[in-house]
């Protein structure tokens, strides 16, 4: 087990609460990661209290001056639909906020996620873009705003309504899915259940959950979830820049080996990486505090919007204090940064990773 200079797992996950209904929690991992993770592994970010609902009274209204009609689905005329199956990762906005403090030295306020705000799940449902075209979408129309069904979110005696963020047309018509299902079963209640939506590629808070309505419009609507929150605020950012939508590259080193790495004998380093809507084309790692790079091993699936696991072999050539770090590339020519980006809010945490790690000498 590779373990840092305090005695700590590296890339150890943590539960940030008991795993409760309503609360946020984090992923832990106890051994090598799976290229999907159980469902009862998968972390929950929730702003009220997950809801329950009646499957059966439940609908799903599409409205707004963006259709030609309004339409209603209840659970079982979308159990009817043909359905689909998307391998999909989904990550809070906020994952890595921790590290802004930890790497960095620019504390962020919020939930302090590590990397545990991440999870793959194979979700099951019906094509946004079919229920859309079902309702007669006009030309002219240039958003959907999907609506949860928990309670309204009220901060400092302001009600701010209920959950709900914007979503640009193209992206609604392109790959979204209302989901139904996840991991080969109805969602769970802290996942969405009746219906949720998943965004694949974008920030977790656009695939909104407990499912209610879908306004579609021919002007753009904003919201608490894409003005207040769910922002980049700080100094340089404005306008469009500002606006929140596709993740960034990321990779991470998880916890793996066996006892403590030794001069002389052979470590197997192995990790994730991911690129929100593109997929990764390379896996870069250093030993030695980032002065000279080996290429890692991607192996498995490397999908677009899921992540794919990478290995390298490492055999120490001294003892003492060595430094780790994981740098990936997509498809598209994103590479980490060095530093991520800084924000008041502490969001899309991307910087190459660095796991300070100590060497002992044989017999040691």
Known sequence: MLRDREGRPVGDWFDLHAHETGADVETRWDGPVPCVTPTERFFVRNHTTAPEIDPGAWRLLISGDGVQRETVWSLADLRRLTSVTLEVALECTGNGRRFFGDQQGTP???????????????????????????????????????????????????????????????????????????????????????ARLVVPGWVGIASIKWLGELRVTRTEVDSPWNTLWYRMHGPGWEGADAELGRLPVKSVLDEQGDGDPTVGREVRLAGRAWAGEAAVERVEVSTDGGRTWRRAELDGDNLVNGWAHWELPWTPDRAGDHEIRVRATDTTGRTQPDRATDNDDGYLFDAVMRHPVRVREPGR
């Open 108 to 194: 962020r306020p919020g939930t302090p996620w590590r990397f545990g705000a991440i999870g793959v799940a194979r979700w099951s449902g019906v094509p946004l873009s079919q229920l859309l075209d079902h309702a007669g979408l006009r030309r002219d129309a240039v958003q959907v705003t999907p609506v949860g069904l928990d309670d309204r979110y009220v901060v400092d005696g302001v009600d701010h309504g209920r959950v709900r963020r914007p979503l640009p047309l193209p992206k609604a018509m392109d790959d979204v899915l209302v989901a139904l299902d996840m991991n080969g079963e109805p969602l769970a209640r802290d996942h969405g259940f009746p």
